[in-house]
DNA sequence: CGTGAATTTGAGAGCCATCAATCTAAGTGG
DNA sequence: CCACTTAGATTGATGGCTCTCAAATTCACG
């Protein structure tokens, strides 16, 4: 469960992690704690659970490549995404203090992913206050982010929902240099996006016709083209302060263009 | 700010913090130490807002009489509720690390708070893991419920949508003791039940009417009284175990019958 | 008893779901 | 090299849930 796919120079398991946000990217020592907390990496195909809803785990996972997700399967059948996550992003770091998850935690695409045993962080938050509040900042990033995404859904129409979860991604995706602030690979289907915003795939299909339309942007295969970051961010309300980014790169993700 | 509405017994003010919550309540000596980082209380009165979105804070607010929300003003000048918070729940723990937060804290009817300034949480956050780790698990909390609203809004119909939150709340409160698995005072208009639910206020009226015609709850002035407890859980499917309920309380909340 | 807030009811419209068929692209095997 | 397959995307027609607008009614309270 957990042989190296191939081996990784050191910090490159966790140069992700908490990239580009507010209070600074992470210290050298605390990346070298944070990596020296990981066991093992393991490669999952797309499609996989990680995670099921209910069943105790003792350890939780950082995300090092690919896209995962939380899911929930409602009684309808249907499948609903209640959050996803990109490289350096930690899915389950909330199954520390809760020990069972409320939901599924899945491969959208295929992942690598770290494995964090939650003895190494009991001792990183009786050892480490100042990482272990970084940790604890980590999963209310999460919990901001669950609020904008209850938002989304509570205030705009199928559009809008769709414009604010490219300006997301967007964001984020630029935030660990995956995006140049207008243009980014994203592998999900319509299917998936439906799934995020709560649309049939049929809706989704018709959604991003009318934003190509609009010359706002367009979606092919796995590759997006913001043509208009600005006007997107209006249509979606998107406004980034919730993802708690550094000033230049929460100016490119509203603006499509500046510098790193 | 901070002159004491009414002198309290010791305990008093964090009797119901974490309150048959599966890890079990707090120790004693967690009560005290919890007690004793209140540097004091402060009334306010309904519609008042505690915390502005942006503004930076150095206290975090526990609340302990009365209800307060959390919510976003979106552009099209509606209000949506991103949560909602009972006595002993604390309202803006996030504050501690995010130190700004992306939405207002207001006061849903007079409530009576207890201040937390954050300097007593680092003094916790050093000195107390344990304590720490059950502060943690609080806020970790509140992710899991706002995972349960996206799914209520991506899920459920208007009527589900409402039955769920009464479930929601019954639940609640029933670990507070406000609620005897059936029956409990829930001082909300029908807007802001819309604005939880993202309704119309209209709509609420029609889906309280079509609740009450179908012999599953009554909700006159403040006082709401589920008939069936099991069948509204079904309609809105709700399963509690996201609230990490102790197991008696959490039978409660879906049978509406027992005791704790 | 008057006033304003909250609730209720009705009529009409719009957004998005559903159902169904077609189309495209990529991969597979003969 | 081409028929076949399959997942994903697209387009059209229809319907339903919930919004909007508007008016009436009830309720709380001074």
């Known amino acids: 469960m957990s042989d190296d796919a191939a081996p990784m120079s050191l910090h490159t398991r966790t140069e992700n992690v908490l990239r580009n946000r507010t209070p600074g990217n992470l210290t050298r020592e605390e990346r070298d704690v944070l990596e020296s907390a990981i066991s093992g990496t393991r490669v999952m195909r797309a499609g996989q659970i990680a995670v099921r809803q209910g069943r105790e785990v003792d350890a939780s996972t950082v995300l090092i490549e690919g896209l995962m997700t939380r899911h929930i399967d409602a009684r309808d059948g249907r499948r609903h995404l209640v959050g996803i996550y990109l490289p350096g992003d930690f899915v389950d770091l909330h199954a520390y203090a809760l020990k069972r998850l409320d939901h599924d935690v899945g491969a959208l695409t295929d992942v690598t992913i770290g494995i964090v045993p939650h003895s190494a962080l ?15 900042f980590l999963t209310l990033l999460d919990a901001a982010q669950h609020r904008q995404w209850v938002l989304r859904l509570a205030s705009l129409n199928a559009i809008g929902r769709v414009a604010h979860f490219l300006c997301e ?3 984020r995706l630029a935030a660990i240099g995956r995006s140049d602030g207008e243009r980014f690979d994203l592998p999900m289907t319509q299917v998936d996006i439906g799934e995020v915003c709560s649309l ?9 016709r009318e934003l190509r339309e609009l010359g706002l942007c367009t979606m092919r295969a796995s590759s997006v083209e913001l043509h208009d970051v600005p006007r997107l961010a209006q249509l979606g309300n998107f406004d980034p302060h919730y993802l708690y980014l550094n000033d230049a790169t929460a100016r490119l993700a509203v603006s499509g263009k500046g510098s790193l």
Chains 1, 2 share one sequence.
């Open 122 to 136: 009991e001792r990183i938050q009786t050892d480490y206050p100042h990482l272990t509040r970084r940790l604890w």
């Open 169 to 171: 991604m967007n964001a």
């Open 200 to 208: 049939t795939n049929v809706h989704v299909s018709r959604v991003l």
